[in-house]
């Protein structure tokens, strides 16, 4: 029994220790990022952690958002929304600008996105702040200039920026689809619309008429919103060097209190929530090639190592074939003495068959070697000397205990079979 088990152990423990080895060097390997997020989770070059780590430095406390901004814990108020990857839906717009109005502050820097028809795309929050692309024509990216402004003074010259934005009240050059020749022209827009008022920051231009939006700020209520036509300035790769950090930092610290938090939006750039080491074992198991193959293979060398410790059914048929004639019960008796035998417990099987001579004698089984002695001396007492009762003696003082004598004597005694 200690052998077997004994070396179930040790094949468990060899599967585990393959199973390690085998999940080490499958682990999932790190993988550059392809895709650009402005995230507070990335390090990259793309993400802008060193933005967030900077404002938290200056003294406020920053953190991820990853729910909704409607039907969601409330709107912060200081929110960070960089070039989200999910527009935010209206219900979250209006929220999130009653919010701006109680005297919020919001940085929004909007993805540009073309349509299927050639423009690009104005989201419910840009139609809400009266902002739009403009696609950029010669000399609109030259020439960038620091508007008059609290927030602007003392900055560094301002590095061109990649996009502007115009206000929806002005008229500016959009992409559109031509319907009859079916190719992308570059047309004035006609379009009209209101918003509020947005005081100029960066602005960009070939004449000092005709100038475009870098950045600006809309006062909203009691709050305001920071607008910027790109959220590259801010990135990891460039917030060192570029200007445009320190502008936005500054308006966080003007518009904020150190007891407030700024938050960063990372539901609407496609992050909803925190993957824990289980979640992210469980997608490598059943979520890669490798990682299936693995719990395939672990799968099949258990199911073999538990086979291999189960019986199946009874060792012998509970009829005897016909080409083979049935035990005797003294062949019966024996076969099962040589398993106690091998086992190691003769001594025990000794007494469990004593227990027959124990009934006769109404006492209990005897369970050590002076109890069953006493039995002996108690059944010559009764009924006097006889064979059968020294040949249980003998084969009890036996070493090793001899099972088949003490068989044949206690079946000799209650037989009552003369000796010859």
Same mark, same amino acid.
């Given at each position: 029994?200690?052998?077997a088990?004994?070396?179930?152990i040790?094949w468990?423990?060899?599967?585990a220790?393959v199973?390690?080895?085998?999940?080490?060097?499958?682990?999932?390997?790190?993988?550059?990022a392809?895709?650009?997020?402005r995230?507070?989770?990335?390090?990259t070059?793309?993400g802008?952690?060193a933005?967030?780590?900077?404002?938290?430095?200056?003294?406020?406390?920053t953190?991820?958002?990853? /729910?909704?901004?409607a039907?969601?814990e409330?709107?912060?108020?200081?929110l960070? %929304?960089?070039?989200?990857?999910?527009?935010?839906?209206?219900?979250?717009v209006?929220?999130?600008?009653?919010?701006?109005r109680a005297?919020?502050t $919001?940085v929004?820097?909007?993805?540009l996105?073309p349509?299927?028809?050639?423009? $690009?795309?104005?989201?419910?929050?840009?139609?809400?702040l009266g902002i739009?692309?403009r696609?950029p024509q010669?000399g609109?990216l030259?020439d960038?200039?620091?508007a008059p402004?609290?927030?602007?003074e003392g900055?560094?010259?301002?590095?061109?920026?990649?996009?502007?934005?115009? !206000?929806?009240?002005?008229r500016? %050059?959009v992409?559109?689809?031509?319907?009859?020749?079916?190719?992308?022209?570059?047309?004035?827009?006609t379009?009209?619309?209101s918003?509020?008022?947005?005081?100029?920051? $960066?602005?960009?231009?070939?004449?000092e008429?005709r100038?475009?939006?870098?950045a600006?700020l809309t006062?909203l209520g009691?709050?305001?919103?920071l607008? $910027?036509s790109?959220a590259?300035?801010l990135?990891n790769?460039?917030a060192?060097e570029?200007?445009l950090?320190?502008l936005?930092?500054?308006?966080l610290?003007?518009?904020?209190?150190?007891?407030?938090t700024?938050?960063?939006?990372e539901f609407?750039?496609?992050?909803?929530?925190?993957?824990?080491?289980?979640?992210?074992?469980?997608g490598?198991?059943?979520?890669?090639?490798?990682?299936?193959?693995?719990?395939?293979?672990l799968?099949?060398?258990?199911?073999a190592?538990?086979c291999?410790?189960?019986?199946f059914g009874?060792?012998?048929?509970?009829?005897?074939?016909p080409?083979?004639?049935?035990?005797?019960?003294l062949?019966?008796?024996?076969a099962?003495?040589?398993?106690?035998?091998?086992a190691g417990?003769?001594r025990?099987?000794?007494?469990?068959? %004593?227990?027959?001579?124990?009934? /006769?004698?109404r !006492?209990?089984?005897p369970?050590?070697l002076?109890?069953?002695? /006493?039995?002996v001396r108690?059944?010559?007492?009764?009924?006097?000397?006889?064979?059968?009762?020294?040949?249980? !003696?003998?084969?009890?003082?036996?070493?090793?205990v001899?099972? /088949?004598?003490?068989a044949?004597?206690?079946?000799?005694?209650l037989?009552? !079979?003369?000796?010859?």
């Open positions: 029994m200690n052998r088990r004994s070396r179930t040790m468990v423990t060899a599967i220790l199973a390690g080895l085998a999940a080490f060097f499958t682990r999932p390997e790190g993988r550059a392809t895709d650009v997020k995230s507070f989770f990335r390090t070059p793309d802008v952690a933005l967030a780590r900077g404002i938290a430095r200056l003294g406020r406390p953190a991820p958002r990853i /729910t909704p901004l039907d969601a409330p709107v912060p108020d200081a960070v %929304l960089l070039s989200p990857s999910v527009v935010p839906s209206p219900a979250e209006h929220a999130l600008l009653e919010r701006v005297g919020g $919001l929004y820097a909007p993805l996105v349509t299927v028809f050639g423009t $690009l795309r104005v989201t419910p929050l840009m139609d809400s739009a692309f696609l010669e609109d030259e960038p200039q620091w402004h609290a927030l602007t900055l560094p010259a301002p590095d061109p920026p990649r996009r502007v934005l115009r !206000r929806l009240t002005e500016g %050059l992409a559109r689809r031509d319907a009859e020749r079916g190719d992308i022209q570059v047309v004035e827009d379009s009209e619309a918003g509020p008022p947005l005081e100029d920051l $960066l602005t960009t231009g070939p004449s008429d100038r475009w939006i870098g600006g006062p009691d709050g305001r919103v607008v $910027l790109d590259q300035s990135s790769a460039r060192a570029n200007p950090a320190p936005v930092i500054r308006a610290l003007a518009h904020t209190t150190p007891a407030d700024v938050f960063f939006d609407h750039q496609g992050i909803r929530g925190y993957d824990s080491t289980a979640r992210r074992w469980a490598f198991v059943l979520g890669t090639p490798r990682g299936r193959t693995l719990l395939h293979v799968t099949a060398a258990f199911v190592l538990a291999a410790g189960l019986r009874s060792p012998m048929t509970s009829v005897a074939p080409d083979r004639e049935r035990r005797s019960p062949e019966h008796v024996s099962l003495g040589d398993l106690y035998e091998k417990a003769a025990a099987a000794a007494f469990l068959l %004593l227990a027959r001579l124990a009934r /006769t004698a !006492r209990p089984p369970r050590d002076s109890e069953a002695e /006493t039995l108690e059944l010559e007492a009764r009924r006097g000397a006889h064979p059968s009762l020294a040949s249980i !003696r003998r084969g009890l003082r036996a070493d090793p001899d099972l /088949t004598m003490i044949a004597g206690i079946d000799d005694h037989a009552k !079979r003369p000796t010859p």
